[in-house]
């Protein structure tokens, strides 16, 4: 816990492994050392991409920074989540620096860098041959379809696809009476050619969109920088179906064990991206009886904006898989999204619609918005929730926020810095966010500011 590297006290980690199972010392710490130390109010973060330890507690570090300074009277503690996800090493985050091998090598490239097939060994072990196979793929770039479809059969390889018992709910948005979403079909068998190209073209679109007006000229683009992307929605699938897992059989029974020796002490939930699912699917492991999580904040949340909706607005047979979780929570669900956001944007509206339906999707349907139906709400906010409250940054930063309930607060004010293909996704850190998460849980209500300009 005195970890000269981190600008908070008192502060714990939590680790998790692909299971949901707990690191039992550093919980019975936690428990044991909470009351001691005279937290009231204890926030919990949870990562969304790093792999690493140091990266998920640079993270926590930089971002718990300026809370003392906000929230001087609390007594706050502050909790980092790590449990086993993959960042892909090439693309870079805003205010961190790049790593050697990613800030020399072109992310345009359909190669695998060192560190991405490293990254790649952690997340699939036992796949080596696997992904050495599918990395002389990426390589070589043979023209044919039938490589493709190759690539393909060796990408399915590296996750179950249709997953066992629960796992197939922890990897699911939707449910249609009562039944999880299907596989994924972007994986499925024959799709794999028309899948990459389409994934090529959403990525060439990112890194060079077309000005309005008649298009003069026209290229398809290489699609085996769609296959890699391709790759990398394996493993988000894969960390999809994870962060589901550990927050409903990990941090949800954590958070019971918590509330049983200290139900005074007031829990609120801040997750990033896949974090942001795993903290809401804590609440689905909430033991029963207990309301000792008072916010949740989510950041740039890649599940979908229809996770919490009792119904689907074109489809009243399904609703959300989360659907009614909102209110385990004592407080409010604040979900802070941006346009700015292209990760969530154009790449995940383009997965989930691959995922959930038919391979075919016309190309021009790529520079339109996908969202009503594939989005994501770290882009556009909780949806088909009624009585949702939308807030600007600025309105939510100079006047309560509301009580319960779902809130959606559009911070691309300050959540707008970011290169192609995920443009701001990662940038999280910025000391308005951190008020949003006080305000959320009314922690020593801060003095009143104005949103930092674009």
Known sequence: ???????????????????????????????????????????????????????????????????????????????GVIWPSMEFPDQPIPHFPRSTVAATEPTASPALDADTRHALLDTFPGKAPVIDQIARMLDQQPPQDAELEEFGRLVRTLVDVVAPGPQALFGADTLAEGVPQCEPRMFAVGCTAEVCEQFAQALAHLAAPQSPGPVTEFALPNPWKGARELLRQAAYFAMKRRAGTVGERGLGPAIGRLAA?????????????????????????????????????LLQGAFSHYAFAARLPDDPRTGGVLQGQQNRVDGPLVCCYSHCDSALGTIYPLASRMADDDCSFAAVDIVRVLGDKWGAMGHDGVRAVPGTRSLSLAEALNSPLPAS??????????????????????????????????????????????????
């Open 1 to 79: 816990m005195a970890d000269p590297a981190m600008s908070v006290s008192p502060y714990w980690e939590l680790t998790f492994d692909a299971d949901g199972d707990v690191d039992q010392g550093e919980r019975d710490r936690l428990l044991s050392e909470v009351r001691q130390r005279g937290v009231s109010d204890l926030i919990v973060f949870s990562h969304g991409w790093n792999s690493r330890r140091a990266g998920a507690t640079r993270l926590y570090s930089r971002f718990f920074a300026p809370i003392p300074r906000l929230a001087p009277k609390a007594r706050i503690g502050y909790v």
């Open 261 to 297: 020796v200290a139900p005074e002490v007031r829990v609120h939930l801040v997750g990033h991206s896949f974090g942001g699912r795993l903290v809401s699917f804590a609440l689905r492991g909430l033991p029963e009886g207990v309301h000792s999580v008072k916010s949740v904040t």
């Open 405 to 454: 309930g779902c809130v959606n607060v559009d911070a691309c004010a300050v959540v707008c810095h970011g290169e192609p293909p995920t443009g701001a996704h990662s940038d999280i850190v910025h000391p308005e966010l951190a008020r949003v998460v006080l305000a959320a849980g009314r922690i020593d209500r801060p003095a009143a500011a104005t949103a930092s300009p674009v």
